[in-house]
């Protein structure tokens, strides 16, 4: 009779609310760590785009983004009221419930069926990033549905570009070679390096230069400071290039999904 009256306790305790509430809240920071991964993979896919690309509509996808992230992720708390009746400003509907239920951007798609469990998530636009987002061993996509790795969060795996050039074959490791999506610029085979020993300290890397005629030229510079990464760092390709085109002031919206992080990268969980 004792045993069992523990065990009924237990049960009790499991599913409190108290527990479940703690458990709905890292089900919404998980949704919201997932939406700003898909922020820096929009900005760079506007920043960066294929031959055929629609920046326009990337542009849009930016902005659609930045809504439900102010609605959805940037109050301090949810309330019991918020948490069940999300809606945008032009009444369509952001979920029944965040921490548990279906959330959608602001044109009605689906974004994720249930935050913080292994489901599909898909970008404004209808295409998808990733079939499988909880596992780290799936393919995840950029938004013009170009493969970006075969094996997201994983260890030397490569990387490309949206339109197709590599960007490293050693992801998620400090001194691999990563490149710039364009050919070299002496008139030699294979893409232009970044580095051959990117994200250590005092190691060299290639820095682009313009003459005031437009003219682009290169010189090697050292890496310091917020270009130190270490491994696991280097396992958000997507945070990595955002702080490589900030090194010529290109204007992105990614950081706005952190405020309170001073460092873009970061997997999700």
Same mark, same amino acid.
């Given at each position: 009779?004792?045993?069992?009256?523990?065990?009924?306790?237990?049960?009790?305790?499991?599913?409190?609310?108290?527990?479940?509430?703690?458990?709905?809240? /890292?089900?919404?920071?998980? +949704?919201?760590?997932?939406?700003?991964?898909?922020?820096?993979?929009?900005?760079?896919?506007?920043?960066?785009?294929?031959?055929?690309?629609?920046?326009?509509?990337?542009?849009?996808?930016?902005?659609?983004?930045?809504?439900?992230?102010?609605?959805?992720?940037?109050?301090?708390?949810?309330?019991?009221?918020?948490?069940?009746?999300?809606?945008?400003?032009?009444?369509?509907?952001?979920?029944?419930?965040?921490?548990?239920? /279906?959330?959608?951007?602001?044109?009605?798609?689906?974004?994720?069926?249930?935050? @913080?469990?292994?489901?599909?998530?898909?970008?404004?636009?209808?295409?998808?990033? +990733?079939?499988?987002?909880?596992?780290?061993?799936?393919?995840?996509?950029?938004? #013009?549905? +170009?493969?970006?790795?075969?094996?997201?969060?994983?260890?030397?795996?490569?990387?490309?570009?949206?339109?197709? #050039?590599?960007?490293?074959?050693?992801? @998620?490791? /400090?001194?691999?070679?990563?490149?710039?999506?364009?050919?070299?610029?002496?008139? @030699?085979?294979?893409?232009? %390096?970044?580095?051959?020993?990117?994200?250590?300290?005092?190691?060299?890397?290639?820095?682009?230069?313009?003459?005031?005629?437009?003219?682009?030229?290169?010189?090697?510079?050292?890496?310091?400071?917020?270009? $130190?990464?270490?491994? $696991?760092?280097?396992?958000? %390709?997507?945070?990595?290039?955002?702080?490589?085109?900030?090194?010529?002031?290109?204007?992105?919206?990614?950081?706005?999904? +952190?405020?309170?992080? %001073?460092?873009?990268? @970061?997997?999700?969980?």
């Amino acid at each position: 009779m004792r045993y069992a009256r523990l065990l009924a306790l237990s049960l009790l305790l499991s599913f409190s609310p108290a527990l479940f509430a703690r458990e709905g809240s /890292a089900n919404v920071s998980s +949704a919201c760590a997932t939406l700003e991964f898909m922020a820096k993979m929009v900005s760079l896919n506007a920043m960066l785009p294929a031959d055929f690309d629609d920046v326009g509509e990337m542009n849009i996808m930016v902005d659609v983004l930045a809504e439900l992230n102010q609605l959805a992720c940037q109050p301090v708390i949810l309330t019991g009221y918020r948490r069940g009746n999300s809606f945008y400003g032009n009444g369509s509907l952001i979920s029944n419930d965040l921490y548990h239920k /279906a959330w959608y951007f602001q044109n009605g798609q689906l974004f994720m069926a249930e935050p @913080g469990v292994d489901t599909t998530i898909y970008y404004p636009n209808g295409r998808i990033m +990733a079939y499988h987002w909880m596992h780290g061993d799936q393919a995840l996509f950029w938004p #013009n549905g +170009a493969m970006a790795t075969n094996y997201f969060r994983a260890f030397d795996e490569t990387w490309y570009y949206p339109d197709g #050039n590599i960007i490293t074959y050693e992801a @998620g490791y /400090a001194g691999g070679r990563w490149f710039y999506p364009f050919q070299r610029l002496d008139g @030699g085979v294979g893409q232009e %390096v970044i580095s051959s020993n990117w994200g250590i300290e005092d190691e060299g890397f290639t820095f682009l230069n313009f003459t005031n005629q437009g003219q682009l030229f290169t010189a090697r510079e050292r890496i310091r400071r917020k270009l $130190i990464f270490d491994d $696991i760092d280097l396992l958000d %390709v997507p945070g990595v290039l955002l702080i490589i085109t900030r090194l010529y002031q290109a204007a992105d919206m990614a950081k706005q999904f +952190a405020p309170a992080d %001073v460092n873009i990268t @970061g997997a999700p969980f």
